[in-house]
């Protein structure tokens, strides 16, 4: 008999602090792809208390008030409860912002350079990314981030639809699942900790999202009994957001990604063009393991690659099939080099990634999403037949 385990993923819904400043980052990368597709964005945001400061490089034509920007988002978050000391009305703003590195460019654009060796665009830095998939959900994901981004979103839509008029925008969510060897057997545990207003009690809290969240949302036969469901377990969680927590660019990196079930290379995606391969190399390789795994090669995939800055080619493309492969890893590898190309200017040309499509992504994963294709294009299973015809199968 394959031994038991449990496994746990979290989520945060975009009111918590580091979420507050990925969204704050990518609204700006959008703003400057709008009018500009040759923008080149590295915005980091620091939220504190009712303080927000951009820092970064950016070189854009795109003309905008960066103040403006960050009052939207904010505004689209949640914050604007009089309860919350972070609001969109009154936050105080500190722009340090500059424009991209000359050094930095120059190996980035298309062009030739001295000392550099092709005149091709290259990657704007070094670096590894990985993409991963698996056969375990429909979302080709695994079910503990999956649940965990699915609490979160309804979480969200239960307080700006106004169901749950005491709900401020500052929550997580965590699913743990137990296994049997590979199969997913129950959800063992759930963990949902929720910024409230004042005065509503606790018994309200549990009862309601007991009811019009836990039960709604995961699926009833993985639910038993003994699945410990824990709600706000510290009692009392008013003061959040902001005001609780100091929130950063880029540090929710595993709950972007695939929940620490599959590697993370370490580079962040918010405020990233996709210039950036921490970003884009990232979400190819989410596009390239969910294809392998579609056209039935292997019940899980993770892709590997690697750049030196400035050059166009990665220094390796590597495939992890977890045994679970239908042909050998070597082959999968020839198939994916066959289909797809790893060069940054080609990765945004066959993504279509230079448009302003990044606040579609910032909250709930990055992956494992099919609500919007058109914008999450990593997320298509368009390249099946290719792979499948590329492996021999």
Known sequence: MANRTIFS?????????????????????????????????????????????????????????????????????????DDCMFHADTFMFVNALSQQSPDIAQGVDAAAADGKDTAEQGAGDQGLMFGYACT?????????????????????????????????????????????????????????????????????????????LINKVLPEDKIDSNTEILINPTGKFVIGGPQGDCGLTGRKIIVDTYGGMGRHGGGAFSGKDPSKVDRSAAYM??????????????????LQVAYAIGYPNPVSVSVNTFSTGNVSDEKIVDAVNAVFSFKPAEIVSQLNLLRPIY?????????????NTDALTWEKKDKVDDLKKAAGV
Not at 166 to 192: M, N
Not at 359 to 371: C, I, K, L, M, P
Request: aromatic letters at 6%; hydrophobic letters at 30%; charged letters at 30%.
């Open 9 to 81: 993923s979290e989520s945060v819904t975009e009111g918590h602090p580091d979420k507050v400043s990925d969204t704050i980052s990518d609204y700006v990368v959008d703003k400057c792809f709008e009018n500009d597709p040759a923008s080149r964005v590295a915005c980091e945001t620091l939220v504190k208390d009712n303080l927000v400061v951009l820092a970064g490089e950016i070189t854009t034509k795109s003309y905008f008030n960066y103040h403006d920007v960050v009052a939207e988002a904010i505004r689209e978050i949640g914050y604007t409860n």
């Open 136 to 212: 375990e959900t429909p979302h080709l994901m695994h079910a503990p981030i999956v649940y965990s981004h699915q609490l979160g979103r309804e979480l969200t839509r239960l307080r700006k639809d106004g169901e749950l008029e005491w709900l401020r925008p500052d929550s997580k969510t965590q699913v743990s699942c137990e296994y049997e060897g590979d199969k997913l057997l129950r959800v063992s545990a759930v963990v949902v900790s929720t910024q409230h207003a004042e005065g509503v009690s606790h018994g309200e809290i549990k009862s309601s999202l007991s009811e019009q």
């Open 285 to 302: 390789c989410r596009w390239v393991a969910k294809n392998v795994v579609a056209a039935g090669l292997a019940d899980r995939c993770e």
């Open 359 to 371: 606040r579609e992504t910032t909250n709930y994963g990055h992956f494992g999403r099919e609500d």
